[in-house]
């Protein structure tokens, strides 16, 4: 099923542009920026201690956008990323940000063997699908047997949604119990997001820099302001504690 125009203006247009003006700021700014909605450094850190993630460990990422979070344990644990993400922009965004192998590749039928990775994860990816025990099962697929599935679902805490994104669909704590189970995923370790440390100050700065260059050079463009007022939303949800952020570590039983 094809994106919506929303999605494609969030996650492939705005993502080209990311790109586009880290070459402006510097190699400095690429993290920060490509890890805009995927996890803070403390969200990052506590997934890979969980999921047991060191040197040499062969890691998916399905839906990677950019390729923030992965080039980050890339760099901080040597662990040996490979990415994949359905909007083509954002994997050539990715090639030109980071030197990780990135496929285009639906996260639902991803372009891999079974058992192909030691672990893998999917971040801030499971509100945007429909069919989400599709998506669960086939990350499961990938992994080797027993091995980590690393998550950051946007959860819902309230049984409707006065204003929902475009696009996304996010799952109460029930609704992703239900999910996990009809996938054979078990529950490991979980934590809240807004449980986590603060993200630092100059990872802050260097995201909303880029955020600037961005409005500067497409502040006009209708993909602009169709991908400011989706972050928009959902950051007034997270504000008012009717969404938030919950990391997993899940695993098929052993």
Known sequence: MPPDDAMVDEFDTYARWTADAVAELGDDHALPAACRGSGSPAALDWLAGRMGLRRGTRLLDSGAGVGGPAEHVARGLGVVPVLA???????????????NPVVVGDGAALPFPDGAF???????????????VALLAELARVVVPGGPVGLLVFERRVEHLADQPEG???????????HLERAGLVVRDETWVEDLPATPRDWTRAV??????????????????????QSDQVGHLMGDGLVAGRLLVVTTPV
Do not use: Y
Not at 85 to 99: N, S, T
Not at 208 to 229: C, K, S, T, Y
């Open 118 to 132: 030691d672990a893998v994860w999917s971040l801030g990816v499971l509100c945007t699908v429909d069919d989400k």
């Open 85 to 99: 993400e359905p909007m083509e922009g954002a994997c050539r965004a990715a090639a030109r940000l980071f030197d």
């Open 208 to 229: 909303e820099e880029v955020e600037r260059v961005i409005a500067r050079d497409h502040g006009d463009d209708e993909g602009f302001r169709v991908a400011q007022r």
């Open 168 to 178: 996304n669909s996010f799952p109460t704590s029930a609704e992703l119990a239900a």
